[in-house]
C-alpha cells in the first residue's frame, strides 16, 4: 500500500469531518500509517511532527507505551459490561482519582463517550437540579459570544460559530448570549486583567436581569479553542464565580480542550481558584488513545436526585459505552502519567521555550498577535497590523500555511488564519525550533500579496 492507493480507496468510501469532500481534489488528504511520540508516518515513509496533538487529545506521543501497555492488559480481562447495576475496578480507580485531581468540591463522576457528551450530560443534569429544586422558571442557558462545546444539538445549541450552527438552528433551543473577554480586542495599552473585567461587567448586566430564569452559565475557561485559539485573564472566571453564586446560577466549566495541562496548571480552572458546579472533561483524558468523557459535579447536587424510585427523580442519561472498562484504564494510566512523572513543570520549560521561538514573530507586518497560555500559542494573521483589518476569509491563508507545513514534515492546521501550536507534552525544544522555523517560512508564503 501507499499514500496515491489509500487515498483513492478513501474517497470512494468515506465522508471525513469538518471537511468540504471537493477540497480533497485541491489539498489531498494524507494517510498515516504509524505514530510514534511527536511523530506522524505515512505509507510513502514521510513523517510529520503532530503539532495540533491531533484534535488537541494527544498528551504523551503516539503509542505511548504505557498508556498502549494498560489497554492490552484491560481487554485480556473486561473490555465493557453494562454500567447499570454493575460496575468495575477500571471505572471506581478513575473516579476517585479524578474526584482527587480537581478542584475541591468536584466529588461526584458521571461518564460519557466524548466532549459532547460530557456538555449535553451538564446541561441536562443542571436544567433538571432546579426542577427538583422547586424552581423550575430556570431553564435558560447563558453563554459565550464565539464559544464552542461540541457537535450534538445541545453542545451545539450553547455554542456560538455560525458556520458549525446555523444550519442545524431549528433543532435547537435558544441560548443567552455574553460577550467574549477574548483579549484580542482590548485597547491598545489595555491589560488582559483590565479587558477581562471589562468585559466581565456586560456578563453581570445580563445575569442581573435574566438570573431567575437561568440554570446555568458555561464557559471554556481561558481558552476558546475553536474559535481562533483567544484567551482572557483568569480575573474574569474568578469574578464569574462570584456572580453565580449571588445570584444562584449554576456555572459550567468546559476543560474539554484545555483541561490536563494545556494552559499551564492541570485544570484551567485553577488558575482562578474555583471550583465549578460541573466541569466536562475529554479529549486529553485518555491522551490520544480511545473516546471518554467525564462529567464530574458537587455532592449536593447528586442529592437533589438521590431519592425513592417511585419519586421519579433519577437522571435517565446513558450512553451504550458508558464508563466501559477499557476507556477507563486508559484513562487511569494517562492520569498515573502525571502523578509519577513532573510533567507540568516539563511543560512551563517547554511553553517558554515555545514562547522565545516565535518571539519575533511579534514583528512580522501581518501578524497582528502572538499570544500563549501555557502549552497553547497562536500567531494571528491579518491584512493590516495597525488596524488588525482581517484577511477575506475566501483568500484562505492558513491553507498555504497548512500545505507548506506538510511539505516541509509538519502536521500545522490552522483555525481559518489563526497559525497555533498545541502539541504532545514529549516534543523537544529543537522540534519546537523547527516548527517555529516552518511556521514561519508558511506565514511569509501566506502573507505575500
Not at 505511548?64 to 492488559?73: G, L, R, V, W
Not at 422547586?134 to 461540541?150: D, N
Not at 431549528?170 to 483590565?194: I, N
Not at 466541569?279 to 471518554?292: D, H, Q, Y
Amino acid at each position: 500500500m501507499d499514500n496515491a492507493s489509500l487515498k483513492k480507496r478513501d474517497l470512494a468510501v468515506l465522508w471525513h469531518p469538518c471537511s468540504q469532500m471537493k477540497d480533497y481534489e485541491r489539498y489531498p488528504m494524507t494517510p498515516i500509517k504509524r505514530g510514534d511520540g511527536v511523530y506522524l508516518e505515512d505509507y510513502d515513509g514521510n513523517r510529520y511532527i503532530d503539532a495540533v496533538s491531533s484534535w488537541w487529545v494527544n498528551l504523551f506521543g503516539h503509542s505511548n507505551p504505557i498508556i498502549a501497555n494498560a489497554m492490552k492488559e484491560q481487554v485480556d480481562k473486561l473490555e465493557h459490561v453494562i454500567f447499570a447495576g454493575f460496575t468495575h475496578e477500571p471505572a471506581i480507580d478513575l473516579a476517585e482519582q479524578l474526584v482527587a485531581m480537581t478542584p475541591e468540591g468536584l466529588d461526584r463522576v458521571f461518564y460519557g463517550e466524548n466532549g459532547s457528551s460530557a456538555v449535553e450530560i451538564a446541561l441536562k443534569m443542571s436544567l433538571h437540579y432546579w426542577q427538583l429544586a422547586g424552581k423550575p422558571e430556570k431553564t435558560q442557558f447563558i453563554a459565550l459570544e464565539s464559544g464552542y462545546h461540541g457537535e450534538t444539538t445541545g453542545a451545539l445549541a450553547v455554542s456560538d460559530l455560525g458556520l458549525y450552527k446555523a444550519p442545524y438552528k431549528p433543532l435547537m433551543f435558544d441560548v443567552m448570549t455574553a460577550p467574549s473577554p477574548d483579549c484580542f480586542y482590548r485597547e491598545e495599552g489595555e491589560s488582559w486583567h483590565d479587558y477581562s473585567l471589562r468585559q466581565f461587567e456586560k456578563m453581570r448586566d445580563l445575569v442581573e436581569r435574566e438570573h431567575q430564569n437561568v440554570a446555568a452559565i458555561i464557559v471554556e475557561p481561558l481558552v476558546q479553542c475553536a474559535s481562533g485559539m483567544r484567551m482572557y485573564h483568569p480575573v474574569y472566571l474568578t469574578e464569574l464565580r462570584k456572580l453565580c453564586d449571588e445570584f444562584d446560577v449554576h456555572l459550567i466549566a468546559d476543560e474539554i480542550a484545555v483541561g490536563f495541562g494545556r494552559t499551564g496548571t492541570l485544570f484551567a480552572c485553577e488558575q482562578a481558584d474555583i471550583s465549578p458546579d460541573f466541569m466536562c472533561v475529554s479529549k486529553g483524558l485518555t491522551a490520544g488513545f480511545l473516546p471518554l468523557s467525564a462529567m464530574l459535579t458537587r455532592e449536593s447536587i447528586f442529592q437533589a436526585f438521590y431519592d425513592d424510585y417511585e419519586k421519579l427523580t433519577a437522571f435517565l442519561h446513558s450512553h451504550s459505552y458508558t464508563g466501559y472498562a477499557t476507556g477507563c484504564a486508559v484513562a487511569k494510566a494517562t492520569l498515573d502519567i502525571f502523578q509519577s512523572q513532573p510533567i507540568i513543570e516539563n511543560n512551563k520549560v517547554l511553553a517558554q521555550h515555545m514562547s522565545q521561538a516565535t518571539a519575533h514573530f511579534t514583528d512580522h507586518p501581518n501578524i497582528a498577535e502572538v499570544r500563549q497560555t501555557g502549552m497553547i500559542l497562536a500567531a494571528e494573521m491579518v491584512q493590516d497590523k495597525k488596524s488588525r483589518t482581517p484577511y477575506d476569509w475566501k483568500e484562505r491563508r492558513g491553507m498555504r500555511v497548512y500545505e507548506h507545513a506538510l511539505s516541509q514534515g509538519a502536521l500545522l492546521r490552522p483555525l481559518g488564519n489563526v497559525v497555533y501550536f498545541m502539541p504532545p507534552y514529549v516534543i523537544t525544544p529543537e522540534e519546537i525550533d523547527k516548527l517555529a522555523d516552518i511556521a514561519w517560512q508558511g506565514i511569509q508564503l501566506a502573507t505575500k500579496d
